[in-house]
């Protein structure tokens, strides 16, 4: 939409060691995947390789050198689920709430929002050579010079005027450019800041780029020419204004690109102004301000490319657009608050991303010898090797207040506005705000093995597999089902609770209005539960996701393929999942989630027989959770310790 003109978590999963009598196998990849309405590539797999960039309204696009698209940030349309196959891209752009991909066969492939039928690319989708996208509208420049325009037309922002000799395009929020071969200007749609109005004289441009309601143009020259919305300044183009090569326009601020690499920012967003739209720093330049050689612009943030392929990016980071997907394969959990998330690293450091407006996502110092995460509404918790806990963020109700002594400690939780912790003796230690009793843990305080926190009320897991519930009750959540027995694990959600039996099924009770207590069938299989607000989330053996309840951000909605998956967490309106790669183990040339998870491709074979007659791959062949089968649970064997 802003920009240029076309020139898994292991929880903790088994690494399969030889002491375990099978093959060694280090994991090339782990990945945690989020979706719903925050999308995150976050972290795994990604490491620089970008070629180009698209900003948008609140989520970012890149396009890697192997032609697929990596995209994050809100996700409430789907605009970040790249459609598939996601391969043979040349060119991304970002509209308000949908994204735009050019194939190298000229055809556009569009997802996301499409209420204005923006993603209804018009026939033939063929012969395009670039793209652009506005708040609720398309445009596409064919080969021949012509321009395509589709979706939202009330400010006839898709009346294209008769004319064919085009070399470039821009879209803006309710408007469109147009870049002609002799170097002028055309402009059609809403005006009502001028930004439509070219100024004389109209020749000599090279590029342009459209905001929400201004415009920028690069001459020949290296200078830049701004018009249209001015209430922040971005169309006030700094001194001296010369040897740029490249522009692009975000909603309040502009961003021009020198020809030694380094980037100009002007308009809205200046260093220091992070409260009230349109101030989020998104001209808060990135140092060293060096080396770029591709800039964009997102309604309140920035992106740069940089000549080694890696991406920078800052500003308004309220959808995690500015959290830049990166490699790290070394996470054994994952965590999520209502609208912040954590990762566990193996070697006891963090990843938090997500909010961060009381602190929650803030890194302790010192960052490592962690062994357990969680988090609240607006607050983290962090379990020590040596049992204590570090806690931060929101703390207006005492839940950052560990009590003393602070240790001994041997699992947290945490609720919406307080926390909980099992000890090393079977009591659970609670803290923060009690309004409605749940931080009165029933006596007798002891024996418990488990602990869970939802919005008011409190969950304990005992010895003899019964549940305690406490706190606030007014949907019936700490009413635990009878019979009250054989439950292996728990989770609590906003005013609802689940239980994992030991027959691998789900009980779910408390408010059910979004249908977060229907557990789906078949009801068996399961091997883990988490819910943290009004969605539930199952994990089954075969490494699949099973969730209910509210959707509408796409939290229910488990991207393909869904398997391999070790671990999972569900936020306010985001699931989180971990996935972890092996390489091709099952050696069908590619390196994919199958590899988690062999028997995808080889169920029915007998592992030695397979192993044979595939020299140099490994299947398991080992009974590592000893349950008499050689089966996906021999991949992580703590399904079978769930009470350890």
């Known amino acids: 939409m802003k920009g240029q003109t076309h020139n898994t978590v292991l929880g903790f999963c088994c690494i399969l060691a030889a002491s375990l009598g099978v093959a060694s196998s280090s994991a090339q990849d782990v990945a945690i995947l989020q979706w719903g309405q925050h999308h995150v590539v976050v972290p795994g797999g990604i490491e620089g390789g970008f070629v180009t960039v698209a900003g ?119 408007y469109s450019l147009g870049l002609r071969a002799d170097g002028s200007l055309m402009a059609w749609g809403s005006n009502n800041y001028g930004q439509c109005n070219v100024p004389a004289p109209n020749s000599g441009f090279v590029a342009v780029a459209a905001g929400d309601a201004h415009s920028l143009g690069l001459k020949v020259d290296g200078s830049i020419v701004a018009w249209g919305r001015n209430n922040y300044g971005e169309c006030n183009v700094p001194a001296p204004n010369s040897g740029f090569v490249a522009v692009a326009a975000g909603a309040y601020h502009s961003l021009g690109l020198k020809g030694d690499g380094s980037i100009v920012a002007w308009g809205a967003g200046q260093c220091g102004q992070w409260w009230g739209s349109p101030h ?13 050689t591709s800039i964009v612009a997102g309604d309140g943030h920035s992106l740069g490319l940089k000549v ?28 999520a608050g209502s609208r912040h998330y954590l990762g566990l690293r193996a070697d006891g450091s963090l990843l938090v991303w997500g909010a961060n407006d009381q602190g929650q996502a803030v890194l302790p110092t010192p960052n490592a010898g962690f062994v357990g995460i969680a988090g609240g509404w607006g607050h983290s918790l962090a379990l020590n090797s040596d049992g204590s806990i570090v806690a931060w963020g929101y703390n207006d109700f005492g839940q950052c207040d560990v009590p003393t002594p602070n240790s001994g400690f041997h699992k947290v939780a945490a609720g919406s506005y307080h926390s909980l ?61 009878a019979p009250n027995s054989d439950f292996v694990a728990i989770a609590a959600g906003n005013s609802h609770s689940l239980g994992l039996k ?65 671990d999972l967490g569900g936020g306010q309106n985001d699931t989180v999942g971990l996935k972890a790669f092996y390489g091709d183990l099952n050696c069908d040339g590619v390196v ?49 310790l769930l009470s350890e």
């Not at 099973?546 to 070790?566: E, K, L, R, T």
């Not at 192993?611 to 299947?619: K, M, T």
Request: hydrophobic content about 40%.
């Open 592 to 640: 994919d989630f199958d590899d988690i998870n062999p028997f995808v491709s080889a169920i029915g074979a007998e592992p030695l027989a397979w192993n044979l007659a595939h020299p140099g791959c490994h299947w398991l062949n080992a009974d590592c959770d000893q349950d008499g089968d050689v089966d996906f649970d021999d991949i992580n064997p703590f399904v079978g």
């Open 280 to 292: 989020y720093g998104q001209s808060c330049l990135p140092a060293p301000n060096a080396d770029f």
């Open 56 to 174: 948008s309204q609140n989520h970012s696009l890149g396009l890697k050198a192997d032609g697929s698209i990596v995209a994050w940030g809100n996700n409430r349309w789907g605009q970040c689920n790249v459609p598939l196959p996601n391969a043979e891209f040349v060119e991304v752009a970002g509209g308000g709430e949908h994204s735009l991909g050019l194939k190298e066969d000229g055809s556009v492939a569009a997802w996301g929002n499409n209420f204005e039928d923006q993603c209804n690319v018009p026939a033939p989708n063929s012969g395009f050579a670039a793209i652009a996208a506005g708040a609720a509208h398309s445009l596409g420049l064919k080969a021949d010079s012509s321009i395509a325009a589709w979706g939202d037309n009330w400010f006839g922002q898709c009346n294209v005027p008769p004319n064919s000799d085009f070399v470039g395009i821009a879209a803006g929020a309710y």
């Open 502 to 566: 030991t027959d691998g099924s789900i009980v779910a009770w408390g408010r059910n209005q979004d249908g977060e207590c229907n557990v789906p069938a078949p009801n068996s299989g399961f091997v883990a539960v988490s819910t943290k607000v009004l969605h539930s989330l199952g994990l089954k053996a075969d490494g699949s996701i099973v969730a209910w309840g509210q959707n509408s951000y796409g939290q229910c909605d488990i991207p393909p393929p869904n398997g391999g998956f070790v």
């Open 308 to 335: 080694d392929g890696s991406l920078l990016a800052w500003g308004n980071n309220e959808y995690g657009q500015c959290n830049v997907p990166t490699r790290d394969s070394s996470f054994v959990a994952v965590a």
């Open 421 to 481: 912790a099992l000890k090393e003796n079977g009591a659970i230690a609670a803290w923060g705000r009690n309004n409605r009793g749940q931080c009165n843990v029933p006596a007798p305080n002891s024996d418990f093995i488990a602990v869970a926190g939802g919005a008011y009320h409190s969950l304990g897991l005992k010895t003899d597999g019964s549940i305690a519930a406490w706190g606030y009750n007014n949907f019936g959540q700490c009413n635990v089902p």
